[in-house]
């Protein structure tokens, strides 16, 4: 497959450390339901959501897209947590719940610049020929991820992959190294953007800390994009021309675009702001990728 990152339309390619969690049985909504911060239960079958998985404390544990195949079969697209210890560790809340949960080593994620075929919005294309698809598109452009059988696989390309990185956070999306798991909470991370949590739906690990942070309007950070002129690591400080104004929570980089997602107060000063004693431009997050 070529370097070049202009792939041609339809081209898919591998999204190295993307997988796939796998919950399935009797209660594996209801589980869903209780464990992960957006509400499952109003979800129609055969769409996606932006959701996570959050500490008691309200910080994100994992962000991840979550399908709504039946009540019985949900899956995990899980970008950057790692996936074997994230089940692991929701195996220690099933109890006796009647579901079975495993990273699906049978299916791999796979990117595509290009308009679904299938899928639209929030709805998932279907599964006819063992591949799913959903609807990445945001306000530049059209992107198409897929889930597809491991013996299909498309192969690596370093380039495409990091272009993809790069579109997520253009639209706000964070990708969190795991240094950054535990150390946001859905707010900070501006998931509103997304639709990503919900304040109505009942309990689940951290909402009482969101709805309390929601009701009372005590949300005093959020997210703030940067262009650099050289890479940048998340957990860098952003300072501004006298002070220490946020943290980094995400960054990527295509070798020529440098971005970074930076957890900042929301009402602050306009002026020069500085990571890594670099000079960064703040560049307005793009629409589109809510569901």
Not at 55 to 61: H, I, L, Q
Not at 129 to 141: H, P, R
């Amino acid at each position: 497959m070529p370097d070049n990152p202009h792939a041609l339309p339809g081209q898919a390619f591998a999204l190295p450390g993307q997988r796939l969690i796998a919950l399935e049985g009797r209660d594996a909504a209801a589980f869903a339901q209780a464990q992960f911060m957006n509400d499952v239960k109003g979800l129609a079958d055969g769409h996606w959501q932006w959701s996570g998985w959050l500490t008691p404390k309200g910080r994100a544990v994992a962000l991840f897209a979550l399908l709504r195949l039946s009540e019985q079969r949900i899956w995990l697209v899980v970008p950057d947590a790692d996936a074997d210890a994230l089940v692991e560790a929701l195996k220690r809340f099933v109890f006796r719940s009647k579901l079975v949960l495993a990273v699906r080593e049978d299916l791999v994620i796979e990117g595509r610049f290009g308009a679904p075929e299938r899928a639209s919005g929030a709805a998932v294309g279907g599964e006819a020929d063992g591949i799913v698809e959903l609807d990445f598109s945001g306000a530049d452009e059209a992107r198409t991820l897929l889930i597809v059988p491991a013996a299909q696989a498309a192969a690596a390309d370093e380039a495409l992959a990091a272009r993809w990185a790069l579109a997520d956070l253009r639209h706000g999306l964070p990708r969190l190294a795991a240094a950054q798991a535990e150390q946001w909470t859905p707010q900070q991370l501006s998931l509103d953007r997304l639709r990503g949590y919900s304040v109505k739906k009942g309990c689940y690990p951290g909402q009482e800390i969101v709805a309390r942070t929601h009701f009372l309007g005590k949300a005093k950070r959020g997210l703030a994009l940067f262009a650099a002129a050289a890479p940048v690591a998340a957990g860098a400080e952003v300072r501004g021309e006298s002070a220490a104004l946020g943290t980094v929570a995400a960054s990527a980089s295509d070798g020529a675009t440098h971005l970074a997602l930076a957890v900042l107060p929301l009402e602050r000063a306009q002026g020069a702001a500085f990571i890594d004693g670099q000079s960064v431009q703040e560049i307005p997050l793009l629409d589109g990728l809510a569901r």
